[in-house]
């Protein structure tokens, strides 16, 4: 017999669930395990929606079920004497399911997380001042043989260099009350075990097993989010989702989110949107990898997605990534900027005769008179 049961994708919420099938309320639930009401809420409604997708809503007299890989597309009941007598299912195959799962599977493994400690907050702080660090596509994962490429790289490099460079970068930056790091998309280099990509399925130079790609990955973020917090009283990270880690950007973002989520300090967006907003003062920043919007394109999408923060704001700026390399346009009323990597160049941008420098960027925006400072940290400082 179908029940919310089979729904479950945790330990957690295969408890809630088992109460769920014995007509507990939210409330109930909540008391009888010791849970938050609002968080054990959340939780059955994610319970619900996804048996719903599958035809399960008893509330409703639907308790015939598609097999997994298939949407319920619509039901009919016959009715007679106000009881359900007979029931049509009508199914068909559920493209993004797989897609569906794969968040559903990310949010569940990220319940059990360890929670990273609180880090207490530096001393002082200018109130007026901001510090963004935009990292363009750090592609971690990525292999590169020197003698093909002019440059070795591979995981553990990476791991130095990121590390290294961050470590720099947030020292040359004043003291700010908030900071932002802001990854523009791309932070990993493959999406799936095969590593080609998702889109075209271009062969990809990777180093090592994805969970190795991960592990290290999740680890530079940590690396740089400590920093942060060493350094600025508030710290928020900003995932954007690329071309190259469509999924992967998805349960970076939500893995932090848990991870952090004791820590006060730090505020994790793990929104999955294209196109990402922060307002600080008189100052307005849009993040968006670059990938599926031209550039002259985003100050109009600025515009309509945000248009009260847009009447608030003097000075609007838009970071990307993407292209690998330094550019800076201004349209009106908004600049569009694309910042460099300081990945090594795979075997793929060598013979394309890609050649942009390496480096990253510490952005200081104040509430009153927008960048008022930036700061540079290349390759060959940290090497």
Not at 28 to 54: F, N, V, W, Y
Not at 71 to 99: C, H
Not at 317 to 323: F, M, P, S
Request: proline letters at 4%; one cysteine or more; hydrophobic letters at 35%.
């Amino acid at each position: 017999m179908t029940s919310y049961t089979e729904f479950a994708n945790s330990e957690k919420q295969r408890k809630i669930a088992e109460l769920l099938d014995k007509g507990f309320s939210g409330n109930q639930i909540a008391k009888e395990l010791g849970l938050d009401p609002g968080s054990t809420r959340k939780t059955i409604r994610t319970i619900k929606a996804r048996a719903a997708r599958s035809g399960y809503a008893p509330e409703h007299d639907m308790t015939a079920t598609a097999p997994d890989g298939f949407a319920v597309k619509g039901t009919s009941t016959l009715y007679k004497d106000g009881q359900p007598i007979m029931q049509w299912v009508k199914t068909n195959q559920d493209r993004e399911r797989q897609f569906e799962l794969m968040k559903e599977a990310i949010a569940a493994l990220a319940e059990d997380v360890p929670r990273a400690d609180a880090v207490p907050c530096p001393e002082h702080s200018l109130d007026d001042l901001m510090a963004v660090y935009p990292l363009g596509d750090p592609h971690i994962g990525v292999l590169a043989w020197g003698e093909e490429t002019g440059q070795d790289w591979d995981l553990a490099i990476a791991e130095g260099v990121f590390g290294s460079a961050f470590d720099r970068i947030v020292k040359s930056a004043p003291s700010c009350k908030e900071s932002v790091i802001v990854n523009l998309g791309d932070f990993f280099h493959a999406d799936n075990m095969e590593g080609v990509t998702s889109r075209s399925g271009h062969t990809l130079d990777t180093d090592g097993r994805y969970a190795k790609m991960v592990r290290i990955g999740v680890k530079i973020m940590r690396r740089m989010i400590q920093s942060a917090l060493e350094h600025h009283e508030h710290v928020r990270v900003i995932n954007a989702v690329g071309n190259h880690d469509d999924t992967a950007s998805l349960f970076l973002a939500v893995a932090l989110a848990n991870m952090y989520e004791h820590e006060p300090r730090v505020t994790i967006d793990d929104s999955p949107t294209p196109f990402h907003y922060v307002e600080w003062g008189k100052c307005m920043v849009g993040v968006h990898h670059g990938h599926s919007c031209k550039p002259a394109m985003l100050p109009g999408v600025m515009a309509a997605d945000q248009p009260e923060m847009w009447g608030r704001t003097k000075f609007r700026y838009w970071y990307t990534g993407h292209i690998h390399h330094d550019s800076k346009k201004e349209y009106a009323g908004v600049t569009v900027e694309s910042f460099r990597t300081l990945a090594a160049k795979d075997a793929y941008a060598t013979w394309g005769g890609y050649r942009a420098g390496q480096d990253t960027k510490c952005i200081v925006l104040h509430k009153e008179y927008g960048e008022v400072e930036r700061h540079t940290v290349n390759i060959d400082m940290i090497r």
